[in-house]
């Protein structure tokens, strides 16, 4: 019953992950004029469309994240064995992608910078779900010993 709600929590928060990730590249490209008006008034000068490709390219990633979540979640909810899997490879890539690109000249906004409660937590959830995954080969017998 614990996994099946825990598959549930995971199902649904990568779905909105997913719809996140799929809003920001529909994005409307006029926000990015609008982000650079609001920045003029601190001082600071951002190109509107460099902002938007950024944004956009943040989106597809959290929405390829958040797919694998998706199957991920559904797969516990299921009591799969691999979804345990599937969730400890998404949150462990999301954590390495946004390291990378901060590690990279591709870095150019503060919505690109990782912070590292995020990155403890999405590590949690990785170790979390590697010691489940372990965990869950006593649960299941195998059909050919039967």
Not at 55 to 62: A, D, M, N, P, S
Request: glycine letters at 10%.
């Amino acid at each position: 019953m614990v996994r099946r709600a825990i598959g549930l929590i995971v199902l649904a928060f990568y779905g909105y992950v997913t719809v996140f990730g799929i809003r920001a590249v529909l994005t409307d490209s006029s926000i990015g004029h609008g982000i650079a008006e609001f920045a003029s008034n601190y001082g600071q000068d951002i190109d509107p469309e460099n902002w938007v490709l950024h944004w956009r390219t943040r989106g597809i990633f959290l929405a390829c994240f958040g797919f694998f979540g998706i199957f991920a979640g559904a797969a516990i909810f299921m009591r799969k064995r691999t979804g345990w899997l599937l969730l400890a490879m998404s949150s462990f890539a999301y954590l390495i992608y946004e390291w990378a690109v901060y590690a990279t000249p591709f870095y150019a906004y503060a919505f690109e910078r990782p912070h590292v409660g995020r990155s403890v937590a999405l590590l949690a959830v990785t170790i979390g779900a590697v010691i489940a995954y372990r965990g869950s080969r006593k649960d299941h017998t195998n059909v050919l010993n039967a």
